[in-house]
């Protein structure tokens, strides 16, 4: 990490949830080396440990807060801390996410409501805890994490497209609340594609295991043909999620960042 250049996130405090695989764990990696202070929360100990070491390794600044993103009064404590040892909050990445692959009439009433918990409703909470720290500051950026099943849809993920596309319309009445009180606070959504992190790994096993195959090639294969660029790395969405956290994108508000190789012009 170059110490000699300013980074583009510098002074800014930011929180990253689910980070510490993923998608999660290559923005809070990208965000401290932007020089920004990262709070990385999951609910897994030992990954989001493991983030914060990476981080560490690299001469960046970041700390650990064990997380359940679905969990109402843990975002009060996961908010208030940071704002106690840091004195703000200036981004906040609502990453955290799960999917579970079933066809509709076997997708239970529980898978549905579990589904909902940590892609949706730990989302409004988030922004809800985050936007009562930044209105003081007159500035912040929220950055909600959906996915292009937000807006096409797949007959093995009914709740996750729906929680997805609950993302993408919460985000924008956050905005608009936002701008409306003029609080200075920014919420966009980003729509990732395909891209190779854990849960899509657990995905494609699962694919693999359901049709008796004994490799995975050919389904991976099968989601690299989805997207014109292929399958897509988790750095590439920590790229455009930098980009609305810091002040170049100061003008961007209520919008949706889609990085999917392609897969929405098909
Ligand atoms: N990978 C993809 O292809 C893809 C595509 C579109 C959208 N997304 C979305 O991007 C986000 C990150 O996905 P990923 O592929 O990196 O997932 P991942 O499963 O690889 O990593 C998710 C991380 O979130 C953590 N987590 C799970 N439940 C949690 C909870 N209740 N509270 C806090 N942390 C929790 C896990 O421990 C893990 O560290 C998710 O919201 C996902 O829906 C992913």
């Known amino acids: 990490m170059s110490r000699e250049r300013k980074g583009r996130l510098e002074n800014k405090v930011a929180i990253v949830t689910g980070a510490g695989a993923g ?4 923005t809070a990696l990208a965000f401290a080396a932007e020089d920004a202070f990262v709070a990385v929360t999951d609910i897994d100990g030992t990954s989001g440990n493991g983030t914060v070491e990476l981080i560490h390794a690299q001469g960046g600044k970041a700390l650990f ?6 969990d109402e009064a843990r975002w009060n404590e996961v908010v208030g801390h940071v704002v106690e040892m840091q ?7 609502n990453n ?3 999917q579970i692959s079933l066809p509709l009439p076997e997708t239970t009433l529980d898978d549905w ?3 909902f918990r940590i892609n949706s409703e730990s989302v409004f909470l988030g922004t809800r805890t985050a936007i009562e720290a930044m209105k003081h500051q007159g500035s912040g ?3 909600n994490v959906s996915s292009t099943y937000a807006m096409v849809a797949d007959h093995l993920n009914a709740a996750y497209c729906a929680s997805k596309a609950s993302v993408r319309h919460f985000t924008k009445a956050a905005a608009l609340h936002c701008s409306h009180n003029r609080l200075g606070i920014r919420v966009n959504s980003v729509h990732p594609g395909v891209i190779d992190t854990p849960m899509l790994q657990r995905e494609i096993a699962e694919v693999t295991h359901n049709r008796g195959l004994a490799a995975s090639g050919a389904i991976r294969a099968e989601w690299d043909l989805l997207c014109p660029l292929g399958i897509g790395a988790a750095a590439d969405i920590a790229h455009g999620i930098v980009y609305l956290a810091a002040d170049e994108s100061c003008y961007v508000t209520g919008s949706e960042l889609v990085i ?3 897969h929405l012009i098909r």
């Open 141 to 143: 950026s929220i950055i």
């Open 113 to 115: 409501r579990h589904v």
């Open 87 to 93: 004195g703000r909050l200036d981004v906040l990445v």
């Open 96 to 98: 955290a996410g799960i």
């Open 65 to 70: 807060l064990e997380q359940d993103a679905g």
């Open 23 to 26: 998608i999660g764990r290559a």
């Open 260 to 262: 999917d190789g392609g």
